[in-house]
């Protein structure tokens, strides 16, 4: 089938291997405009580009969708290159109806999560951030309201109590590729099914200021949320008097008042939560690298600690 996809991150990019494996052909690819990242602050194109670009599609990067003049590459696409389906996993800009409406045969698209739970811009970490059991991949028809639109299918998978974003996200890439390869290769059969109007929930975008731990809760929503915020952003706590990023931490059997330092040793900081205690396990001072405890961290978490008066009162 000829396509034009839409998308951005590694997780698109994933389904556009896969599609492209499959033998359909891409006539357009859209993505969001490159953006400083790094260190450096380098410019950088989006995963979705560079896969585009490798396999010689030509790319469109519009930084937004509301003028009717930036459609004229897709309506191209579809007019003059019988592009027939649009295919969009986590783009990050909304498609106007005008847009929605090019495509001969519609657009579809990969959404992470079980539709209705999790509409919406972050449904990996909001799955996760809320203790699910399971998560999955829903290929749907794309429509005006927010990922509101009848299913095409849908597949679960288990959340590890040890997944964090990457590694679900990793695993829902494939997923995702899996089923929209199959999705289209039975287009003609699928037969839409309206969402479910119970059990709707929204996955709202990750704001930076979640990231900072609340002590007052109770451990085990922030060992949740330590996974949810790996990699991005990262939660952050300060410890004497410094911020520091946690990227792993685990629920521990200790109590005290919330914020008040256990205990702090090679094995990582104990510090009490609202409810039981939370071990800070994978530690980064700004500008340096993850510390991580136990094995080889051993020594590494040493030197983080030295000069640090983190010990228990």
């Known amino acids: 089938m000829r396509l034009i996809f839409a998308g951005t991150p590694d997780f698109a990019a994933r389904a556009l291997e896969a599609l492209l494996a499959a033998g359909h052909q891409v006539m357009l690819v859209l993505t969001q405009p490159d953006r400083h990242a790094g260190r450096g602050m380098a410019l950088q194109a989006s995963a979705v580009k560079k896969v585009a670009l490798a396999h010689g599609i030509s790319v469109f990067q519009p930084e937004r969708l509301k003028d009717p003049a930036m459609h004229e590459p897709i309506r191209a696409a579809c007019v003059e290159h019988g592009?027939?389906?649009?295919?969009?996993?986590?783009?990050?800009?909304?498609?106007?109806?005008?847009?929605?409406d090019l495509p001969r045969r519609g657009c579809i698209n990969i959404h992470a999560s079980l539709l209705p739970r999790w509409r919406g811009a972050a449904p990996i970490q909001r799955a996760i951030e809320a203790g699910d059991a399971q998560t999955g991949i829903t290929i749907m028809r794309m429509e005006a309201g927010l990922d509101t639109g009848?299913?095409?299918?849908?597949?679960?998978?288990?959340?590890?109590?040890?997944?964090?974003?990457?590694?679900?996200q990793e695993r829902?890439?494939?997923?995702?590729?899996?089923?929209?390869?199959?999705?289209l290769g039975r287009f003609d059969q699928l037969v839409p099914v309206p969402q479910p109007m119970a059990g709707v929930s929204y996955a709202n975008k990750i704001d930076k200021a979640e990231a900072r731990l609340d002590w007052?809760?109770?451990?085990?929503?922030?060992?949740?949320?330590?996974?949810?915020?790996?990699p991005f952003p990262g939660a952050l706590v300060t410890l004497a008097g410094e911020p520091v990023k946690v990227w792993r931490g685990e629920v521990v059997a200790a109590s005290g008042p919330p914020g008040k330092v256990l205990a702090a040793d090679a094995t990582g900081i104990v510090v009490a939560c609202g409810e039981?205690?939370?071990?800070?396990?994978?530690?980064?001072?700004?500008?340096?690298?993850?510390?991580?405890?136990?094995g080889a961290g051993v020594t590494a978490m040493h030197g983080f600690l030295r000069g640090r008066p983190m010990r228990p009162d």
Not at 84 to 93: I, N, P, R, S
Not at 150 to 168: F, H, K, R, V
């Open 83 to 100: 592009a027939e389906l649009m295919v969009v996993a986590a783009y990050g800009l909304i498609l106007p109806q005008a847009v929605l």
């Open 276 to 294: 039981g205690a939370l071990r800070l396990t994978e530690l980064q001072k700004p500008g340096g690298r993850r510390v991580a405890s136990g």
């Open 172 to 183: 829902l890439a494939k997923l995702g590729g899996r089923l929209v390869v199959d999705a």
């Open 216 to 230: 007052n809760q109770p451990a085990m929503l922030l060992a949740r949320k330590l996974r949810a915020f790996n």
């Open 150 to 168: 009848p299913m095409l299918l849908a597949e679960a998978i288990d959340i590890d109590a040890q997944d964090s974003t990457g590694s679900l």
